[in-house]
């Protein structure tokens, strides 16, 4: 939910897999990004992490250039 509304607030597309109860696609998300827990952020194919990890990239003023945004 708060990655959500981050992401929205910077005005980026992003689009939302749900893996709930889709063993295969919570597999591929975990063997991908090296965690286990929801939701797993990524970013051209670079796995950031939660929200905890995108918000920490957005105070440091990092986000942005990983989104691209100018």
Do not use: C, H
């Amino acid at each position: 939910m708060f990655a959500r509304k981050l992401l929205k607030q910077k005005k980026v597309n992003f689009k939302e897999i749900s893996v709930s109860w889709k063993r295969k696609l919570w597999d591929e998300m975990e063997r991908k990004s090296g965690r286990n827990t929801v939701p797993q952020i990524f970013i051209n194919d670079e796995p950031i992490g939660g929200y905890d990890d995108i918000a920490a990239l957005d105070r440091k003023g990092e986000l942005d250039q990983k989104l691209g945004i100018q």
